[in-house]
C-alpha cells in the first residue's frame, strides 16, 4: 500500500520541487494535496481522504505550521508531521515539539534523507538533522538540569513503560524497542498509547521531554 503525502508550503517553487522528487518514487507515495498555508491543510483534513504523514513549512501566511500541527495533532493523532523548514532556531524547535511534531527535516536535505524520514516517522521514529538533533539533546539536557521546586510526578507509568520511554530517548523506534526487550512492536505500539495517555503528550519528544523534566528518566 503507498504511503499517502500531504505537503503544506507556501512556495510554489519549493512545492513543485518536493512533489517531483517524491514522484521519483511512484510504487512507495501517493501526492494526496499540496496546501499553500496552514488554514488550507486544516480544512482539507475535515475529508476523508487523510494522509499518513504531512510534510509541514513552519513559516507561512493565513496560519503557520506550528499553529496548524497543534490543532491537527490534537484533532487527528494519528497522522504523522513532519517539520520541513529552514529553521533551526532552538525557539522554533522547541514550539514545533510542543505542538506535537514527529520530526524535524531541514530543506536542504536530499531526497533520500526525506524518504528516510517517512519511513522513520512511521515506524515510531523521530527523523531529525544533524544540527537539529543536537540541539534537541541540548533542549532536553537544560530541562533536565532545571532545579524546581514543585514535586516531580511518576504518573503511574510502569516499570516496562519506563523502560520504553529510556529506549525512546536514545533514539531506538518501535521494531529495535522491541528486539531489546524482547517483545512485538504491537506491543510496544500499545506501550507508548498507554504513556502518551498517561502523561497527556501528542508524540515521543513531548513524552521524553516530559518524563526527563520529571526526573521518570
Given at each position: 500500500?503507498?504511503?499517502?503525502?500531504?505537503?503544506?508550503?507556501d512556495?510554489?517553487?519549493?512545492a513543485?520541487?518536493?512533489?517531483?522528487?517524491?514522484?521519483?518514487?511512484?510504487?512507495?507515495?501517493?501526492?494526496?494535496?499540496?496546501?499553500?498555508?496552514?488554514?488550507?491543510m486544516?480544512?482539507?483534513?475535515?475529508?476523508?481522504?487523510?494522509?499518513?504523514?504531512?510534510?509541514?513549512?513552519?513559516?507561512?501566511?493565513?496560519?503557520?505550521?506550528?499553529?496548524?500541527?497543534?490543532?491537527?495533532?490534537e484533532?487527528?493523532?494519528?497522522?504523522?508531521?513532519i517539520?520541513?523548514?529552514?529553521?533551526?532556531?532552538?525557539?522554533?524547535?522547541?514550539?514545533?515539539?510542543?505542538s506535537?511534531?514527529?520530526?524535524?527535516?531541514?530543506?536542504?536535505?536530499?531526497v533520500?534523507?526525506?524518504?528516510?524520514?517517512?519511513?522513520?516517522?512511521?515506524?515510531?521514529g523521530?527523523?531529525?538533522?544533524?544540527?537539529?538533533?543536537?540541539?534537541?539533546?541540548?533542549?532536553l539536557?537544560?530541562?533536565s538540569?532545571?532545579?524546581?521546586?514543585?514535586?516531580?510526578?511518576?504518573?503511574?507509568?510502569?516499570?516496562?513503560?519506563?523502560?520504553?520511554?529510556?529506549?525512546?530517548?536514545?533514539?531506538?523506534?518501535?521494531?529495535?524497542?522491541?528486539?531489546?526487550?524482547?517483545?512485538?512492536?504491537f506491543?510496544?505500539?500499545?506501550?507508548?498509547?498507554?504513556?502518551?495517555?498517561?502523561?497527556?503528550?501528542?508524540?515521543?519528544?513531548?513524552?521524553?521531554?516530559?518524563?526527563?523534566?520529571?526526573?521518570?528518566?
Amino acid at each position: 500500500m503507498k504511503i499517502k503525502i500531504a505537503i503544506a508550503e507556501d512556495n510554489d517553487f519549493l512545492a513543485k520541487s518536493l512533489i517531483e522528487k517524491l514522484a521519483l518514487i511512484p510504487e512507495k507515495f501517493s501526492m494526496n494535496y499540496r496546501a499553500r498555508n496552514g488554514l488550507e491543510m486544516v480544512d482539507y483534513l475535515k475529508t476523508s481522504n487523510l494522509p499518513d504523514v504531512i510534510l509541514m513549512d513552519i513559516e507561512m501566511p493565513v496560519m503557520n505550521g506550528i499553529a496548524a500541527t497543534a490543532q491537527i495533532s490534537e484533532k487527528f493523532p494519528d497522522i504523522k508531521i513532519i517539520m520541513l523548514t529552514v529553521f533551526d532556531d532552538e525557539d522554533k524547535i522547541f514550539k514545533a515539539i510542543k505542538s506535537g511534531a514527529s520530526g524535524y527535516l531541514l530543506k536542504d536535505e536530499s531526497v533520500e534523507k526525506i524518504v528516510d524520514g517517512i519511513d522513520s516517522v512511521l515506524n515510531g521514529g523521530a527523523p531529525m538533522s544533524a544540527a537539529i538533533a543536537s540541539k534537541t539533546l541540548k533542549l532536553l539536557k537544560q530541562s533536565s538540569n532545571i532545579i524546581t521546586e514543585k514535586p516531580t510526578e511518576d504518573f503511574n507509568l510502569s516499570n516496562r513503560e519506563v523502560e520504553v520511554l529510556d529506549l525512546l530517548k536514545e533514539g531506538f523506534d518501535y521494531n529495535q524497542i522491541a528486539e531489546k526487550l524482547f517483545i512485538s512492536p504491537f506491543t510496544v505500539r500499545k506501550h507508548i498509547e498507554n504513556i502518551y495517555k498517561k502523561l497527556q503528550v501528542n508524540n515521543k519528544m513531548q513524552a521524553v521531554q516530559k518524563a526527563t523534566t520529571n526526573r521518570i528518566i
